[in-house]
């Protein structure tokens, strides 16, 4: 069997749904999967002018879950936010959900992610206002991951924080390469957490899972309370620019890309991991079912924006960041976009003109939607 997990879909995604119900946002991950790059989506159309060589090439589903097309979407990311980065040192901490909570955070996935971002978010930027701490206005990059290395559920936000922010007009730096210490950290994210989870419980707003009581409910709660929950700082690194080229990588294509998985079989898909305890790379073995209830767990709900901003990396800080950069003496670069390569004919070596633009009756580009256009770019 070829290993893709186009492939491996195609191959046992009927079989998983005869035994497996799918939400709506798994079901459009599902079908953008399999129709990805393929003729039902449409496809572009180039042309040599002078030797009538052609070329086609189907269009991308542009699902955040497909591995297949997501390269120019996540350079394009990664080229905006490393131009937003403030040239400071930057502190990489990690937030992590008791395991207790995965099965609460299925049935409400929307509300729990949310709240993931809002209390790590909070928790950060009102230890850093304290003068006890910091006592400025930091900037966060907020990212959000619900897997872990060999597709097990695993929700957590990597957060990338500014060394330093603005207090009042002036830049302020952490102290002695110091950001924040790490009980406090925890414990004041955890009290957030609870908080709210108890109130959304209150008002009607969660839904447990089937086999949970009031009891079972009760008991998690005291369970969790009593945990030292994981977070971690790492850092200071002298610039965010890798912290943000390691989260661009998982920004789009779902938890697993192509590369990793080995050829598979009708009975067996093999993906490589990484051991973080040793550092070992290593093979998972799981059945066609078992893998794609895998990835179909982490499937992002439709809306619900994986990456956020706060503090002085808002889109309505730009003001605020060059007034930085101009204290710490910044002289700003002009922005250079990257371009694409223009296509360039195979047998003469000209430029192939676009010729075509067609849209299937299936499209990601245009819903339900046909439409050709000539080289002048008039519909036909």
């Known amino acids: 069997m070829e290993a893709t997990l186009q ?24 079908q953008a999967i399999l129709l990805c790059q393929t003729e039902a989506l449409g496809y572009e159309e180039w042309i040599c002018f002078d030797d009538g060589h052609r070329e086609q090439q189907n269009h991308s589903c542009r699902h ?15 080229e905006r ?25 299925q049935y409400n996935r929307q509300w729990c992610g949310d709240h993931l971002f809002k209390a790590s978010a909070e928790t950060l930027r009102q230890l850093l206002a304290d003068d006890k701490y910091l006592g400025a206005e930091v900037g966060l990059l907020s990212a959000l991951h619900t897997w872990g290395r ?6 957590h936000v990597h957060v990338l924080v500014t060394g330093g922010g603005l207090a009042g007009e002036q830049w302020r730096p ?11 950290l925890k414990a004041k994210f955890r009290g957030k957490w609870l908080s709210w989870l108890n109130d959304a419980y209150a ?13 079972r409910w009760r008991q998690v709660l005291r369970t969790i309370s009593r ?65 794609i209830a895998r990835v179909l767990w982490h499937v992002p709900v439709k809306g619900q924006h994986g990456v956020r901003y706060y503090g002085l990396y808002t889109a309505g800080a730009a003001n605020k960041r060059q007034r930085i950069k101009d204290q710490l003496g910044v002289v700003a670069e002009a922005a250079t976009a990257t371009q694409a390569p223009a296509r360039q004919c195979p047998l003469c070596g000209r430029p ?10 299936i499209s990601y580009l245009v819903p339900e939607r046909k439409v050709v256009f000539n080289s002048r770019n008039n519909a036909l």
């Open 64 to 78: 955040r879950s497909c591995p297949r097309c997501h390269g120019a979407m996540t350079h394009d990311w990664l």
């Open 81 to 105: 936010t490393q131009a937003r980065l403030l040239p400071c040192d930057h502190y990489h901490v990690v937030f992590t959900l008791p395991h207790e909570l995965d099965a609460l955070w």
């Open 174 to 184: 952490v102290k002695n390469g110091y950001l924040l210490p790490v009980g406090v």
């Open 227 to 291: 945990k030292r929950w994981n977070v971690r700082i790492q850092g200071g690194y002298r610039h965010g620019h890798g912290v943000v080229n390691y989260l661009s990588r998982y920004l789009r294509g779902g938890p697993i890309k192509d590369h990793r998985i080995v050829p598979a079989t009708p009975e067996q898909v093999s993906f490589r991991y990484r051991d973080h305890h040793d550092g070992c790379e290593k093979t998972m073995q799981l059945s066609p079912t078992q893998f």
């Open 203 to 215: 008002a009607g707003e969660l839904k447990l899972p089937p086999d949970w009581t009031p009891q």
């Open 150 to 155: 060999t597709l097990s559920f695993h929700p």
């Open 352 to 361: 192939l003109f676009h010729r075509l633009s067609v849209r299937g009756q």
């Open 7 to 30: 492939s491996i879909f195609r191959d046992g995604l009927e079989t998983y749904q005869e035994h497996h119900g799918l939400s709506m946002d798994q079901s459009r991950a599902a």
